[in-house]
């Protein structure tokens, strides 16, 4: 899965729009292998972006849960924490 794809469900306050729109660009990007389209495959590259900007909506209100909601805030803290532990073992002694 692409890194640059967050989770989007169950957060309060609930995902924005843009914030699925993002999430959805960052995916056709990852499966079409293109930053930015060229002009011959832009309109239907935005067209893949606002679909799945839809689906993805619809699946996100549709979804159920009896967990307490996350807050941006601690789920940053913890990919924090998660990326200290990845990258910073990996440092090097100069």
């Known amino acids: 899965m692409c890194r640059n794809i967050k989770t989007l469900f169950n957060f309060d306050p609930p995902v924005t729009t843009e914030e699925v729109r993002s999430a959805s660009l960052q995916f ?3 499966i079409s292998g293109l930053n ?4 011959a ?8 972006v ?5 689906v993805s909506t619809r699946l996100l209100h ?10 941006r805030e601690e789920e940053a803290e913890k990919a924090k924490a998660r990326a200290a532990l990845r990258y910073g073992s990996q440092r090097r002694a100069g």
């Open 28 to 30: 056709v990007r990852k």
């Open 36 to 39: 930015r389209p060229s002009k």
């Open 41 to 48: 495959n832009e309109a239907t590259f935005v067209a893949a």
């Open 62 to 71: 549709s979804l159920e849960t009896n967990a307490p909601p996350k807050t």
């Open 50 to 54: 606002e679909e799945i900007a839809e």
